[in-house]
């Protein structure tokens, strides 16, 4: 893995802020001339530091704004049913995170939705009926208090 040094850490807090920087703003941003920062940036993108490059949606209007937090616990932990388990979570676009968990559920989901009646119908039409889910547990934020994409550098 390569070792960071201060330059790229600045072009990667950069390129979080904003993905669509130009490379001769980002250059004049972290003190570099153009050149050498773009074949820093290049380096970055090779050695799958930065994997890839997205643009943050607004949920709320693209009819998706409510999200809620499922836990899962499955019949057993073999791994065929883990495995169907993360196969089918795949298929629905709905659910935008989910994790194998240590501890007291086996799966954390984070699932979002027009709103509750349409999670509702979601939960009752798609997770229950995923085979080896035991129980589904549903956990509905109040308020957002912090959200973000990028990784502290």
């Known amino acids: 893995m390569k070792m960071l040094d201060r330059i790229d850490r600045r072009i990667l807090r950069a390129l979080q802020e904003d993905g669509r920087i130009q490379n001769v703003e980002l250059a004049e941003k972290v003190g570099l001339s153009p050149s050498p920062c773009l074949r820093r940036v290049k380096l970055l993108e090779e050695?799958?530091?930065?994997?890839?490059?997205?643009?943050?949606?607004?949920?709320?209007?693209?009819?998706?704004?409510?999200?809620?937090?499922?836990?899962?616990?499955?019949?057993?932990?073999?791994?065929?049913?883990?495995?169907?388990?993360?196969?089918?979570?795949?298929?629905?676009?709905?659910?935008?995170?989910?994790?194998?968990?240590?501890?007291?559920?086996?799966?954390?989901?984070?699932?979002?939705?027009?709103?509750?009646?349409?999670?509702?119908?979601?939960?009752a039409e798609h997770l229950v009926r995923i085979k080896g889910v035991q129980s589904v547990k549903t956990e509905i934020p109040m308020q957002r208090i912090k959200l973000t994409s990028e990784l502290p550098l």
């Not at 999200?67 to 795949?90: A, G, H, K, M, P």
């Not at 298929?91 to 995170?97: G, K, L, M, N, T």
Request: hydrophobic residues 45%; charged residues 25%; contains cysteine.
């Open 47 to 123: 050695s799958g530091i930065i994997e890839r490059y997205v643009a943050l949606l607004n949920a709320a209007k693209l009819g998706v704004g409510m999200t809620v937090f499922v836990r899962i616990w499955l019949t057993c932990q073999d791994s065929e049913t883990i495995e169907n388990f993360t196969l089918e979570v795949q298929r629905f676009p709905q659910i935008v995170e989910c994790h194998l968990m240590a501890g007291d559920c086996d799966f954390l989901l984070r699932v979002v939705a027009e709103d509750l009646d349409a999670y509702r119908k979601f939960q």
